[in-house]
């Protein structure tokens, strides 16, 4: 049976390029960057040779790149590094974020600090100044993601940081890039973007590997202690083999995605409009013209997700309910409710990658459209 892996967002198909950079740096190439022998020398110039293609993937300029054990990690250092105690104590976020910085922020309040969260008008796009409007001279950091994973919808992030200036030249602004940098065809950040996170398994690199760029003169309270690696702001041996293969997959992603992110965008927009002429009940989330390449997210009345879902696997269509570190929770994102989600309403979403074809958008609609119907009969758990 053929398998279609619309599941993307989650994690992406490795790339052959990182595959090898990760084998090589665990073979034949092995040794601790911060040995001073000629092996040694040789993985620290695989990591500066990786640090230069995260600065290419955030659309180049100069920036201080911090390797961390994958997005997560990167958030929870700029979030939990920038907001120091005292009367600068606020961080602003919005309700589209991702758990790692949803959580992040709740630990600022909790620690005793203040976090204010914007909501994103119909549609699930923010507005630069409902943004700027939650900035006070408190606050010390902005942290707003660039594609919102549960909306699929792409965020106006250097309008956003330009009128958080304004307001509060002394805020720092963060952005969550780590679906963005995996569906838009150039990211170029403005000055005003200070910190920027990515992740290796979105773009075909290794799971368990991530980075967080900085603008030169931006330092981050450590989250670890224990060593001097990365001027002591992210302590611990290098993940060789993993940045290797995220460098990697980063310098594939920049050679392509200026004619892949097109093809896949237009892909992407005929999945949308053969799902919706595929049942009744079924509608697109999201605001069309904000929408990412490669990220569908889809409400589908009177059935449940996890049944639906399942269902569509048993023909080989792969998909999810929304992201993966939210994967085992009840209620439905606090974004898609204010956004007009109905109780009677499941969630799906198809993140197709760069490598999806004409038939694979075909057959997933097929499959779906199928699914769908054995679900709403009362026929999901009969294997056909």
């Known amino acids: 049976m053929k398998e279609i892996y619309f599941d993307n967002a989650a994690t992406a198909r490795p790339r052959e390029e990182a595959l090898a950079a990760v084998v090589k740096a665990m073979g034949p190439d092995f040794a601790n960057a911060s040995s001073l022998h000629r092996k040694g020398v040789d993985a620290a110039a695989r990591i500066r040779e990786a640090m230069e293609w995260m600065s290419a993937l955030a659309g180049g300029g100069e920036w201080k790149v911090l390797f961390t054990s994958g997005g997560t990690e990167a958030d929870n250092l700029a ?136 603008r030169p003169g931006v330092t981050v309270r450590p989250l670890f202690f224990g060593g001097d690696q990365q001027e002591g702001e992210r302590p611990g041996t290098f993940n060789v083999p993993g940045i290797a293969g995220m460098g990697a997959a980063a310098r594939m992603m920049v050679a392509e995605r200026a004619e892949a992110v097109p093809r896949l965008a237009d892909l992407t927009a005929r999945l949308g409009r053969r799902l919706l002429q595929s049942a009744e009940g079924v509608r697109l989330l999201g605001e069309e013209s904000c929408r990412a390449p490669g990220l569908l997210v889809v409400a589908v009345r009177g059935v449940r997700s996890e049944v639906l879902l399942h269902t569509m696997e048993k023909y080989g269509l792969f998909a999810s309910a929304g992201s993966a570190c939210h994967s085992t929770r009840r209620e439905p994102p606090a974004c898609l409710v204010d956004d007009g989600l109905a109780p009677d309403e499941a969630v799906v979403r198809f993140t197709p990658g760069a490598g999806v074809t004409e038939d694979d958008v075909e057959d997933a609609a097929r499959i779906f459209e199928t699914a769908l119907q054995e679900v709403r009969c009362g026929n999901a758990g009969r294997m056909k």
């Open 79 to 214: 979030v939990l590094g920038s907001v120091p105690k005292g009367r600068r104590d606020t961080v602003v976020t919005s309700s589209l974020e991702h758990a790692a910085v949803e959580s992040s922020c709740r630990e600022v309040a909790r620690r005793g600090g203040r976090c204010v969260v914007v909501k994103p008008r119909q549609g699930g796009v923010l507005h630069p100044q409902d943004v700027a409007a939650a900035v006070d001279d408190r606050t010390a950091l902005v942290s707003i993601v660039h594609v919102a994973g549960e909306m699929g919808t792409v965020q106006p992030i250097n309008d956003i940081a330009r009128a958080v200036k304004q307001k509060n030249k002394k805020a720092r602004f963060h952005t969550d890039a780590v679906q963005a940098a995996a569906r838009l065809a150039r990211l170029d950040y403005g000055p005003a973007v200070d910190m920027v996170a990515l992740c290796g398994h979105k773009i075909g690199g290794p799971m368990g590997v991530g980075a967080l760029l900085l």
